[in-house]
T-cell receptor, first 115, second 114 residues
């Protein structure tokens, strides 16, 4: 069975500061990992994904994430926060080689950016 | 491209009423999904359709039924609405069900049951 844990339901940073959103997963098979962002009253948008290959993955809006198998982590970072980054972020895992693309989502981390 | 379109965007129902949430995608995707989002719970899978003609239960299927009408459309039905089904419902689609295809989401249906 797979699961995702996002540490911290709320994270607050100052504009220009480093953003670090933590995600740890549990999977008995090699995972596919995703980060999604949700702005108020909207659906989820894909930020980035890891399937195979390079463990440092770059996404949209300056975000990146690193897959660390030994730590079962896929933390999301951005060097310098912008006010427009305020949103809720979801980490998700699916089973590599699975017959269905079912995603297991974490409970989300709401990011606030202070001016 | 419209992507994934959900209708209606908002709905208020009384306990015991029925309704169908509609979802259509124009990306020629094979797999489609219905989730519900509740505060502090993330997204939970209700039903999915790996390909046209197939549907399967997800994590929280009780009280819901689905129909994969064709490749483009996947509807979610509440036969007898209950207050516990007050939630935001999201439809999503992906090119394949193999796990690595990212899912594309609609903007959601906000459903309140009184």
């Amino acid at each position: 069975a797979q699961s995702v844990t996002q540490l911290g339901s709320h994270v607050s940073v100052s504009e220009g500061a480093l953003v670090l959103l933590r995600c740890n997963y549990s999977s008995s098979v090699p995972p596919y990992l995703f980060w999604y962002v949700q702005y108020p009253n909207q659906g989820l948008q894909l930020l980035l994904k890891y399937t195979t290959g390079a463990t440092l993955v770059k996404g949209i809006n300056g975000f990146e994430a690193e897959f660390k198998k030994s730590e079962t982590s896929f933390h999301l970072t951005k060097p310098s926060a912008h006010m427009s980054d305020a949103a809720e972020y979801f980490c998700a895992v699916s089973a590599a080689g699975g017959s269905q693309g079912n995603l297991i989502f974490g409970k989300g981390t709401k990011l606030s950016v202070k001016p | 491209n419209a992507g994934v379109t959900q209708t209606p965007k908002f709905q208020v129902l009384k306990t015991g009423q029925s309704m169908t949430l509609q979802c259509a995608q124009d990306m020629n995707h094979n797999s489609m999904y219905w989730y519900r989002q509740d505060p502090g719970m993330g997204l939970r899978l209700i039903y999915y359709s790996a390909s046209e003609g197939t549907t399967d239960k997800g994590e929280v299927p009780n009280g819901y039924n689905v129909s994969r009408l064709n490749k483009r459309e996947f509807s979610l039905r509440l036969e007898s609405a209950a207050p516990s089904q007050t939630s935001v419902y999201f439809c999503a689609s992906s090119y394949s069900g193999g796990g690595q295809s990212p899912q594309h989401f609609g903007d959601g249906t906000r459903l309140s049951i009184l």
